[in-house]
């Protein structure tokens, strides 16, 4: 406990200087901004905040892109209360009673009550991560081959199942995922499989790229598919939080907190089903559930602290398996080990000061989200009047320099365009992009374990089934498929 | 789109993802096992993927049955704008001609000033004449040389 927060005051002390200081509140507003921008998500500002960050070191590289992650889950309720547009997937169940504040005249109070949401459920979540990394990461060294398949298995089942309309669907675009990453040198005979004799495919097909065109291009795409309507704001009122709206709903806050902090530790869910559940939670706790969607504040913090909690909580597993608990977590993951960072069970051990030095960066993210929350309403309405003509050229601008920038081959532009198509191709008919997302993350370690274990048991399946972790994972899996199966059948019938 | 077509999609999908899965086990029966580097049937590359096609083939089969089941389209069913359109056509035009065709052969300044331009003065149907091609040429140089500056000045990484 206390070796913990001597390690979180040292991690503060290191990033307390004026220049880490400065990129974390330009970073924050970078992710406020894209985050309040519609078609823009947290994935798509990550994975080119990614590429813009290459070269910066790597301790000041992951500020930004975390800054940039809370930044942006935040941002997306400026465009949910004002313009009924969610910002991000995340601030969907915000625009319920937002919006309905904001026709109300009560707009800036419901922007007071979005920004003391987001910013207590982060800090719920930091303290998760802060406590709950070291317990998950000394557990996580009990984990062998087949327990990190299943987890694999899960992570990309699950974010099939919750993250789209149709579980069938999100399952086949987990499994295209998967697929995607068996493409290059497999892991133990480095044999070319699906390379077609094309040298740049030879190496697989790189994560960044991929993520800049399924999320990047296939957004803007979609985007510009239909003219953007006028944009009409309702005039608001202070945006400065009302205490009393804290201290009334304390047990929502804290509620959806830890609803919101353990459905980020679900590999593969993300900050969409954690602002639902606790939106959910909350109607069904409250006095006054016919409030709901017609201007609830205990609806509007539920569904702002649940998903911002959500990111400390999608973090824990990245740290402590390597298994990201959301999409813009993935890309979180793929840029620390870029940077060099080993996320995964020894984390604790080689170096445990990293995850104390995140928590450390998700304060500074707070922080900027509650100086912006407080002061940069009217700069965002602005931001929300610039017309899509001129956003999607810069955006299409920057995810082609991002695609290139990771190794400097034309060819990763070439993936970004054939990502961005066949994303757009794949949403227009249903399929949601997190599973495939998340399958081409967890491809390799999917692979690499059920080959490992396979051959530590000499083909014998039983061990999956007899481990008690492992069979723990199998049965959730079991229950998750079943159900969903029996759920189809009734809806074909 | 309407719930017909929607079936009907899915259905091309379903067969699609069949066709995907039957390739891919194809493809994986067909890879090396190196049994003579005392490779066995868990070591072997194919493996993996040959698995994903079992998969995929199940999975598309269970798409295709299912849009096969469902009910008709009702009167009032809701219709999703469809994939093509004439914006979404002009966009995939200037987009593949700047990524896949300028970028790389051309200066990257002068290539982005101009697509961003061209992507502005199309697409902004408010404004008239000299004032949108103007506005429009002015934001693709602006935004050509702030890219250039920020990530090979100020972050130090190349351009294409």
């Known amino acids: ?493 | 789109m309407s719930s017909l077509q929607v079936s009907r999609a899915d259905g091309f999908g379903g067969a699609a993802w069949m066709a995907l899965g039957l390739a891919l086990m194809a493809g994986a029966w067909r890879m090396d096992r190196f049994e003579q580097m005392g490779g066995t049937l868990y070591t072997a590359p194919g493996l993996v993927p040959g698995l994903y096609g079992l998969l995929m083939l199940v999975l598309g089969a269970a798409l295709a049955w299912r849009s096969r089941q469902a009910p008709p389209a009702t009167a009032g069913t809701p219709a999703r704008p469809p994939l093509l359109n004439r914006r979404v056509l002009l966009m995939l035009v200037l987009t593949l001609g700047y990524a896949a065709v300028a970028v790389g052969r051309l200066p990257f300044v002068p290539a982005t000033a101009v697509f961003v331009a061209l992507f502005c003065a199309l697409y902004d149907d408010r404004k008239a004449g000299w004032r949108r091609w103007g506005g429009a040429a002015l934001a693709g140089m602006l935004t050509a040389l702030v890219v250039m500056l920020v990530f090979e000045r100020v972050f130090l990484v190349r351009l294409p």
């Open chain 1, 1 to 493: 406990m206390f070796d913990g927060l001597l390690a979180f005051g040292h991690s503060i002390a290191r990033f307390g200087t004026p220049t880490v200081i400065g990129l974390a509140l330009l970073a924050s507003l970078v992710g406020v901004i894209i985050g309040a921008l519609p078609g823009l998500t947290a994935t798509m500002g990550l994975a080119l905040m990614t590429t813009l960050t290459l070269k910066l070191p790597s301790d000041q590289a992951l500020l930004i892109l975390i800054c940039t992650y809370v930044g942006a889950i935040y941002g997306g309720s400026r465009s949910a209360i004002l313009l009924n547009i969610p910002g991000t997937p995340a601030s969907a169940a915000s625009c319920l009673d937002g919006y309905a504040l904001a026709r109300q005249g009560l707009a800036g109070r419901a922007m007071g009550i979005a920004t003391s949401g987001s910013v207590l459920g982060t800090l719920i979540g930091m303290v998760f991560l802060a406590g709950f990394t070291p317990v998950l990461g000394n557990l996580a060294l009990k984990f062998g081959a087949y327990e990190f398949f299943w987890l694999a298995l899960f992570g990309v089942l699950i974010a099939g199942t919750l993250t789209g309309d149709d579980p069938l669907k999100g399952w086949i675009a987990g499994l295209a995922g998967l697929v995607v990453a068996t493409i290059g040198q497999e892991p133990q005979y480095a044999y070319e499989r699906f390379s077609f004799g094309l040298r740049d495919l030879a190496g697989g097909i790189q994560l960044v790229p991929a993520l800049v065109g399924a999320f990047g291009f296939a957004e803007l795409l979609t985007a510009m598919r239909d003219r953007q309507a006028p944009v009409k704001i309702n005039p608001f009122d202070t945006v400065i939080p009302k205490l009393a709206d804290v201290t009334r709903h304390w047990r929502t806050i804290l509620r959806s907190g830890l609803i919101g902090t353990g459905v980020g530790i679900v590999p593969g869910v993300g900050e969409d089903v954690a602002a639902w559940s606790s939106y959910a939670a909350a109607k069904r706790a409250s006095k006054t559930p016919e409030e709901f969607g017609k201007g609830s504040i205990d609806g509007l913090m539920a569904a702002e602290t649940g998903d911002n909690a959500c990111v400390p909580g999608a973090v824990i597993p990245v740290l402590t398996l390597a298994i990201p608990g959301s999409a813009p977590a993935a890309v979180l993951m793929a840029a620390m080990i870029i940077h060099g960072v080993r996320p995964g069970p020894l984390i604790m051990v080689e170096n445990p000061q990293f995850v104390y030095d995140v928590v450390a960066m998700m304060l500074f993210a707070t922080i900027g989200i509650l100086i912006y929350g407080l002061t940069l309403t009217k700069l965002l309405v602005q931001v929300l009047r610039v017309p899509q003509h001129l956003i999607v050229p810069i955006i299409f601008v920057l995810c082609t320099v991002g695609a290139f920038a990771i190794s400097g081959r034309l060819f990763d532009i070439g993936v970004m365009l054939a990502f961005g198509i066949g994303g757009f191709v794949l949403r227009h008919f249903g399929y949601p992009m997190a599973p495939l997302v998340l399958g081409i993350v967890l491809g390799d370690l999917l692979e690499k374990n059920l080959r490992r274990a396979l051959v530590l048991s000499d083909g014998d399946l039983t061990p999956f089934f007899t481990r008690p972790i492992s069979a723990s994972i199998a049965a959730l899996i079991a229950v998750t498929v079943a159900w969903k199966l029996w759920s189809l059948l009734r809806g074909a019938r």
